[in-house]
């Protein structure tokens, strides 16, 4: 596998980092049109007004002057091409492709597919809590999980209706906690960091045989890791925010050494030589039936993040690789949710005298 990591690694920091001067922002047409455009139209801005879909998405009249320019330079890019000519191709402006925009929304297939992540979110989330109970272990982790990823898909939606500097430090700032939460809810779960007393009167005697003696106590590396999470995220954000120029090659790194540290954990769960038990009350040599699934959903969602790579310009102006990965990720959510509430059914949670925590559904 780590063959496979370097060349995403590296394509995808070249790929992420957005151009501050592309081909179409610097090409003399475009810039003639908008001198054209702030001089005739944006001078006395009492004389024109932007309907008022655009108003409401927050353009003013240089930002519309920038997309009518946009467009009129591809129109003339598509008409030298239709005509034949091989030296002209569609150019990207200000680090991203040309989109059709509506009601004043800059890429409505990314707006689109952002909102369907944000349902499957609030329905598989709804899923999951139905079938837990409140005193399960990872109940309020879980639960935490939703809020945070529907939260991240909110902004990430603002953010492709209307690109400026807060949406966007918004949208990264909510994909980052969403990537480091996933990190710290996988290592809470895998290490069993949790409390097991609150699924038993007591602790199993297996919980106490199984620990090396020179660990901390289990509640000490709880505190201990969440802290250093809550300690990274911050650094993160302090960064991005007090820096002149938004870091784009330091947060795309970091976002993926993150992600691939999710990914291996959750990858390596249903091999035999996985070296934890996961779970309390069965051997280490325990293996659930479903436990492939969670190896299948880390590769499907590195596939799917490879789709970023895929860069194209967007099909008919609407579609492109970028909202093709947000797309790809609606259904990997959903089996995800599926996947640990199956993982939080196991009857390795209990010891077998009491019943396994199942929520409302499960008992029904």
Known sequence: MKLGFTPLFLSAILLAIPTFASKGDTSMAFHECLESCAIFVCDDEHDYKLPYT??????????????????LDVDRDLEAIASGSEDVSIKQYYGKWPFHRFIGIQEPASVVFSLMNLWVHLTGGRYLL???????????????YIVIGVNAWVWSAVFHMRDKPATEKLDYF?????????????VIRLFRLYQPARLHLQQPASYLAHRPNWLPPQHVLRQLWG???????????????????????YNVIANLIVGVLHNLLWMSYPFPFFPLRRFEYKPQSYIPSYAWKSAALAIGMMLATSLELWDFPPWWFIIDAHSLWHLSTVPLTWWWYKFIAEDAADSGWTSGRI?????KDMMD
């Open 130 to 144: 139905r079938r837990v109970r409140s005193d399960h272990p990872m109940y309020m982790y879980y639960f935490w």
């Open 227 to 249: 802290a250093l999470c809550v300690l990274l995220y911050l650094a993160h954000v302090i960064y991005l925010s007090v820096i002149p120029r938004f870091d784009y090659s």
């Open 54 to 71: 655009l108003r409401l998405m927050q353009w003013s009249c240089t930002d519309n002057c920038k997309y009518e320019c946009m467009m």
């Open 174 to 186: 909510s994909a980052a906690l969403t990537i480091l939460y996933s990190l710290y809810v996988a």
């Open 355 to 359: 019943p396994i925590p199942l929520g």
